[in-house]
């Protein structure tokens, strides 16, 4: 399970270890948010390149960085049915406004990039685990329909061998009411026609062939070991 990150903490932290905490906090954040976006086409580079490559281009860097990661987020919102207003364009407006207001902005852009991240997170925690970040009580697991047992999945409600579909469903050919063998069903079901608990032929209370209280166990012509 992916855990949310707190503004404050990240602010206090990085202040106190003068900014060490800082960069193992960015390259957390990255790495769960390629964990949570995987399959969107893009990955987030790993923090230590961003550093890298900020200190080449003299900080122009961490601008497209910022820029690249609220567009990331706001792309896979509705993935998890998640609405999230900022995108990346956001992310660059702040971060240029920031260089006039004693870089203000840029505080408010990690507060923007945390705050989507945390959402993004508890989706994916609820999509695969079942309780978000919330705890239980949450969208159950596989809901969402891009996850690989989503309600719309492969291997979800509505799938190829999900409920209500044509393979193994509950209604499917060889389901629970289906024609064949379903609990219900015409051939072999728990109260079908043929070979049924309590069907004519073969069943368990059946006239005929056996059954259990009839040409069976417990009748008094052809029982071996039962009740005379």
Known sequence: MIQQRKFLT???????????????????????????CQGDGE??????????????????????????????????????????????????????????????????VVYLIIKNSNLIFDGYNRSVFGGGNGGPGGTPAGYFPNMPNGYGAPNGYNAPNGYNMPNNGYNAPNGYNMPNNGYNAQNRGYNAPNNGYNAPNNGYNAPQNNGYNNGGYNNNNNNNGGQQ
């Open 43 to 108: 990955n987030t580079p790993n923090y230590i390149l961003v550093i890298l490559l900020s200190f080449v281009t003299c900080g122009i860097y961490t601008y497209y960085w910022y820029y690249k990661l609220g567009d990331r987020l706001n792309k896979n919102g509705p993935r998890y049915g998640i609405q999230i207003n900022e995108n990346g364009g956001t992310m660059l407006l702040w971060s240029l406004l920031g260089t006039f207001l004693c870089f203000l902005g840029l505080y408010y």
């Open 10 to 36: 990240y602010i206090l932290l990085s202040i106190i270890t003068c900014g060490i905490y800082s960069i193992i906090f960015w390259y957390s954040l990255t790495e769960d948010i390629n964990r949570a």
